[in-house]
């Protein structure tokens, strides 16, 4: 349709909730044995803790093929989940587990994480959402690194439509996605820097590589060690996008995927036609994601033409009108149009700390009003499924 295929794959990070103490239960094991009984391997992995479990998704066409991933795949891991007695959230902050009490995975990659990165690594108890664009073969990777450098203008957006971890160790932060400071303590995160081919991305790697920075359990460079909001995979040859906190609603997850793949065929619609959007150099960038971070939806960002700010509610809507001439080509006119929705209910942020809130005031103490956010996730998680 655009000379690239334009492909879609989703990955989700779940947290484990006992159904007693609504705490985070170091349980991965006995639902991945059970698991890979039933599952291919790559479909259900283990993450850097204990508590929690990965899945993703078989490579889809379009949107509608990947709503049925999403709720098959956390239909999968409810049905594990169930047997064992446990439950299922999707939220990229747990409200208030404490990471002092986990368990980290034994494999040779998390070991390796927690010997480079000690402390820092100790603290990952944080949940993502990861949603890959397929570019085809090695053909397309400039294209791709084009087109990353300039969606990354968009990240920040994507990540206040995405917000779902305003709590953190028992306490409402008063940001929206907390997740994103916890995570940016590791080295080469955030906002990825612009480069002017493939060819110039790949010396970076192998310079990361030569050092020692990033190198697989063979000493040879390893891209996957680069956990920038925005990165080409070096398996898959897709575009990773990673900003964004994990959605709670199957709904909002389907629309943000929807999104992305939308941003990326007018990118190059634009670039069929000789023009291109603007290149924007990285602090600007990381302005906005550091407001999309505090505020979400709720917040402005900077137009940075212009020079003022923005309410991220009129941006969304913008964004909106900029990709309404390629949905109906990719087919998700309906799921685009979900944004409407979260921009009017809010996230599953804007929900929980609503969840909170409306507790108290019914005369829930601070430890059952936390516990009331969790029942919201393992319910709304599975909504629909």
Known sequence: MYGIPLTLGIEEEYQIIHPVTRDLHSYVQELLE??????????????????????????CRNVRELRQEVIRLRRMVKTLADKKGMKIAAASTHPFASWLEQDVNAGERYREVLDKMRGVAERLLTFGMHVHIGFGGPE????????????????????????????????????????????????????????ESFSEYQTLVDTLGQVGSAVDPDGNPDATKIWWDARPHPRFGTLEIRISDICTSVDDAVAIAALIQALVAKLIKLRQNNMSWRLYRQHHI???????????????????????????????LEMLELVDDVVDDLGSREEINHIRTILERGTSADRQVQAYRNALENGASEEEALIAVVDFLTTETMRGV
Do not use: C
């Not at 999309?292 to 991220?312: H, N, Q, S, T």
């Open 34 to 59: 059970q698991g890979r009984l039933i599952f291919p391997e790559e479909e259900l992995k283990p993450e850097f803790m204990q508590s929690q479990i990965e899945v993703g998704s078989q490579v």
């Open 286 to 316: 990381k302005e906005n994601k550091w407001r999309a971070m505090r505020y979400g939806i709720e917040g402005k960002l900077i137009d940075f033409g212009i020079k003022e700010e923005v309410p991220m509610s009129f941006l969304a």
């Open 140 to 195: 397309n990777r400039d294209r791709m690194i084009e087109i990353m450098n300039q969606l990354r203008y968009f990240l920040p957006h994507i990540l206040a439509l995405t917000t779902s971890s305003p709590f953190w160790q028992g306490r409402n932060t008063g940001l929206k996605s907390y997740r994103s400071v916890v995570f940016e303590m590791l080295p080469r995160t955030g906002i990825p820097g612009s480069f």
